[in-house]
């Protein structure tokens, strides 16, 4: 962990200790941006990038400039978007294994199993088995890329388009993309685990 890191779990802990802030208020905030601000930003990201074949290839080629033309940006944890698409052979998740690091412009904050030390460390090893625990059973051809982000380099995983979904609209789709999808531990159109 980082100093800041560790100053802010110092913080909170007195903070909530002597009651001047309730645990409750600080996860309502957590979910505040994982619900109402983070992952919307990226569907959007993800729904553009489906319709529009050129905008796709602006995103893949300089990340954190597409995702700007969309207005989403910000000096935190967004400096250095790198986007990864999925394909037929290949599929990619996200992991942070030295502490929590995460694309808040386009995601929010990270969910709470995205921090545990358990999947930053499994997921590195086991990829497959702990897809398959979180819902996501991927064929044995399907070649596994686990992307370690950084203080530098975030990650988004660019989803398939589900199928037969030809005939939706930008906004239709927008609301395929969940958070996990976005992660890669679960694909677009399937719930969040
Ligand atoms: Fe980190």
Redesign the pocket.
Known sequence: MSDAALRAEALEALLTERGIVTREAIDAVVSHYEQDVGPMNGARVVARAWCDADYRARLLADGTAAIAELGFTGPTEGECIVVVPNGPRVHNVVV?T?????PWPVLGLPPAWYKSPEYRARVVREPRDVLAEMGLELDPNVEIRVWD???EVRYLVLPERPPGTEALSEDDLAALVSRDAMIGVARAGEPAS
């Open positions: 942070c030295l502490c929590s690091c995460y982000s950084s203080a």
